[in-house]
């Protein structure tokens, strides 16, 4: 048996120190070793401890967690949970905290918290479990906001709106859940599928593509940042972007990377078009679809109680290979679990390209993986290569 994830929970009250070590201490694959209750006291505690994560308030006395977060990653590197407020506010912080290094940030809703629901234990105990038989993250150098020279943060400039090219054998049938695809999908006879390599560094030729759709989850926000920045304002495509993450914190980190990119990003909302060089992010707790009917706009769809994420890489990724066919490129990224391995299954009987993101450059190797040995992934590679890939599409 191997041996249990050590965990260290850093909070200023002690309800939630208490509450998150009961949650932790009921699975027996996770080790509570110690506690503080400030970002000072945390510090020295990782060096002492040598937790594998971290769990971390957003508030504290004396060093707040957003402090002592760039000081453990700068010093001890060690995957952290950050733990903030349902508030606009406090998915503002969340941001700076993934930012500085943090691994996911978890919201600390009080009801949820004191209820008995297995949610968020599941949630945590996964989570945790999943980063502490990861690899270490490096020691974070990423600048800040405020370290960036103002120059590589553009305004917001006017664009001209390129709608997609929609294909003529496109099905007006709505969808709304993997199961439907799945029913309703048809494989594409005529497209040829090459066998999937499996090494890095393997892209011969850019695909052949309408829409590009990225799914990731844990770790996602740092990995979409670092892609997304390279990218020039004349992206040739539209991107769709699934993030796991909770709807109070979509429509911040869609700000935040519409502040730090070259191209257009924003939170879809029902109804968008489909735009060259812009990215739409699916709304927390929302599913996003390209419309069957209209093509060259998508749809936010309320989550369905019935799936485990709301948005779901599954469900983006199926209607894409609904209504594009093999006219699309998806890239999967970091993340616990499976989702998006279902979408790219129907991606690549429409004759679509999958990219997976490497285990060396992935937070959490789970649905790149998963996608990889379900043999769906024409292309394995590292981050810093489909950043690569990807900006090269606009100095055409």
């Not at 029902?270 to 707790?285: M, N, Q, S, W």
Request: glycine share 8%.
């Amino acid at each position: 048996m191997s041996m249990p994830v050590k965990v260290l929970i850093v909070d200023d009250s002690g309800f939630f120190r208490n509450r998150i070590a009961d949650l932790l201490g009921s699975d027996a694959r996770i080790s509570v070793v110690g506690t503080a209750s400030n970002g000072r006291e945390a510090i020295e505690q990782v060096k002492l401890l040598r937790p594998d994560v971290v769990t971390m308030d957003v508030e504290m006395p004396e060093m707040n967690g957003i402090d002592a977060l760039r000081q453990i990653m700068k010093l001890s590197p060690v995957h952290v949970i950050m733990l903030s407020s349902v508030t606009h506010e406090g998915a503002r912080i969340s941001m700076k905290a993934l930012e500085a290094g943090a691994a996911d940030c978890i919201p600390k809703d009080l009801r949820e918290w004191m209820g008995n629901s297995s949610a968020i234990k599941n949630q945590l105990c996964d989570q945790v479990v999943a980063l502490g038989k990861s690899r270490r993250p490096r020691v974070h150098t990423s600048q800040s906001s405020s370290d960036k020279p103002r120059s590589s943060i553009r305004p917001n400039p006017t664009r001209h709106e390129t709608a997609v090219a929609v294909p003529s054998t496109v099905s007006d049938r709505s969808t709304s859940t993997v199961s439907s695809l799945r029913q309703r999908g048809e494989a594409n006879a005529a497209v040829r599928v090459e066998p999937s390599p499996r090494r890095s560094g393997t892209v011969q030729r850019f695909p052949d593509c309408r829409v590009v759709v990225i799914g990731s989850s844990t770790g996602g926000p740092a990995a979409l940042q670092k892609i997304l920045t390279c990218l020039p304002a004349a992206f040739p495509y539209p991107i769709l972007l699934v993030q796991h993450m909770p709807k109070t914190f979509t429509p911040v980190f869609a700000e935040r990377l519409n502040q730090q990119c070259n191209i257009t990003v924003k939170e879809a909302t029902d109804g968008d078009r489909l735009v060259a060089g812009t990215a739409l992010l699916a709304p927390g707790g929302h599913q996003l679809i390209i419309d069957p009917r209209q093509n060259d706009r998508v749809k936010v769809m309320p989550g369905d109680e019935r799936l485990t994420y709301k948005p779901s890489v599954d469900i983006s990724y199926g209607s894409a290979a609904k209504c594009f066919g093999d006219k699309v490129l998806a890239v999967i990224l970091t993340g616990m679990g499976s989702d998006g391995t279902d979408g790219a299954r129907l991606l690549k009987r429409s004759g679509a390209k999958v990219w997976a993101q490497d285990e060396n450059s992935s937070t959490i190797y789970g649905m790149p993986k998963s996608v990889i040995e379900a043999d769906l992934a024409d292309a394995v590679l590292d981050l810093d290569e489909i950043g690569t890939l990807l900006s090269k599409q606009g100095e055409r």
